[in-house]
Structure formats: structure tokens, C-alpha cells
């Protein structure tokens, strides 16, 4: 089964729009962590945060802001005000060290494009 | 800066030749791993080491090798590519002093085999 799924394959939006990325995610660990990467078109990996499965806290980092709810194993991701440099493909990802050691299991992504 | 260099950037080679991948840290981290991107698939992991010659297999590690013989080196070997394993190939490694911390990638290489 697979253990992280981004459902939307694709999202265009035009500028200045807010847009929510889902993440959802499947694990039997107790203790496990979430991340989110962005893929600019120039390719690189580009880490944006790290939560583990003890803190619930909505977090908020400038136009960024990430909602975990394990009651509904997802963690999703909104852009406020949408910029064209905000366009890439975003990863969320998972790593749950009591099943699987240190491995890193990532979903397909969600290619965001911002239309000016 | 996390330091990874992967070598080479790009690279064609033709169906049934070896072909290793290598990248390299300056951080002495524990945790190294290689994944590979294609479309429809995001990133799936290939192998990934905890240490200097422990390494473990991931979920796509058919038709892979892999060896760390130096804490700074993780050498990826396809020993007779094939058309499927075209694809972005990123080598990524866990900083921090605690497990589970963010992965940093490299730049990918990007491998087509024709």
C-alpha cells in the first residue's frame, strides 16, 4: 500500500490565489515523521519542514502554512497569496523509523504552476 | 550548503554497458541514500547506507548496486543498464546529530540509456 499519496497530480492557480496542497499518509508507527520538499523547474530538492507525530501544532512561516491532523493522517500544505515563484512540484514525504529504520518514503507530487 | 556533489550531471550510455554514479559529502554524515525520479512516481527509493559498508536495499533495487567504502563516498553501479533506468537519479544524505532528520539532496544526475 502506499504510504504517502498526494492525490492531486496538478494544480494551476492564478496569482495571489491561496491553494492547499493534500497530503495523506499510512503508517502503524506511533512515532514517525513528515516533511515537505519543493522541486523547482530547475530541479533541485529544496526542504521546507519536518514534523514529527508528536506535535499537532499548526505551523506558519511567512506566506506558508502546514495543517496536521493525525485523526485524519494527512498533513497538507497552503500557499497564501500564491507568486509565479511559487511554481514547482511539491513533495510531501514520510519517514517512520519503528517499521522501516530511516528510510524515506515520498509521495508522487503535486506540480503547482501560478499563472501571472 | 549541505555539501553532496553528484558526478556525472548527465550521461548517455547505451543498453546492456555498466555504469556507476558517485556522490560525494564533505559532512561526514551517517545516512546516505540514492532514489530515482520518474514521471507518475515521484521519488522512489533505490538503496541507502547507514555507514561505511552497511548499506540496505529500498523499493526499486532491482538491477542496482551500491557500495560506501569511505563515510564520504556512495558509489550507484547499474551493472548492465536498460532502457527502464532512464531516469533522475538523486543522492540525498540525513543531517543533524538525530535520526529521521531532513534529507539534503544533491543536484541529480541525469541518466538516459539509449
Known amino acids: 500500500a502506499q504510504k504517502v499519496t498526494q492525490a492531486q497530480t496538478e494544480i494551476s492557480v492564478v496569482e495571489k490565489e491561496d491553494v492547499t496542497l493534500d497530503c495523506v499518509y499510512e503508517t502503524r508507527d506511533t512515532t514517525y515523521y513528515l516533511f515537505w520538499y519543493k522541486q523547482p523547474p530547475s530541479g533541485e530538492l529544496v526542504f521546507l519542514i519536518r514534523?514529527?507525530?508528536?506535535?499537532?501544532q499548526n505551523e506558519i512561516s511567512g506566506r506558508y502554512s502546514w495543517n496536521f491532523q493525525k485523526s485524519t493522517s494527512s498533513f497538507n500544505f497552503t500557499i497564501t497569496a500564491s507568486q509565479v515563484v511559487d511554481s514547482a512540484v511539491y513533495f510531501c514525504a514520510l519517514s517512520d523509523p519503528e517499521n522501516t529504520g530511516n528510510q524515506f518514503y515520498f509521495g508522487t507530487g503535486t506540480s503547482l504552476t501560478v499563472i501571472p | 550548503d549541505a555539501g553532496i556533489t553528484q558526478s556525472p550531471r548527465h550521461k548517455v550510455t547505451e543498453t546492456g554497458t555498466p555504469v556507476t554514479l558517485r556522490c560525494h559529502q564533505t559532512?561526514?554524515?551517517?545516512?546516505m541514500y540514492w532514489y530515482r525520479q520518474d514521471p507518475g512516481h515521484g521519488l522512489r527509493l533505490i538503496h541507502y547506507s547507514y555507514g561505511v559498508k552497511d548499506t540496505d536495499k529500498g523499493e526499486v533495487s532491482d538491477g542496482y548496486s551500491v557500495s560506501r567504502s569511505k563515510t564520504e563516498d556512495f558509489l550507484l553501479t547499474l551493472e548492465s543498464a536498460t532502457s527502464s533506468q532512464t531516469s533522475v537519479y538523486f543522492c540525498?544524505?540525513?543531517?543533524?546529530?538525530?535520526?529521521?532528520?531532513?534529507?539534503?539532496f544533491g543536484n541529480g544526475t541525469r541518466l538516459t540509456v539509449t
Open positions: 514534523r514529527n507525530s508528536f506535535d499537532e
Open positions: 559532512e561526514n554524515h551517517r545516512y
Open positions: 540525498a544524505i540525513s543531517i543533524g546529530t538525530v535520526d529521521n532528520s531532513p534529507l539534503h
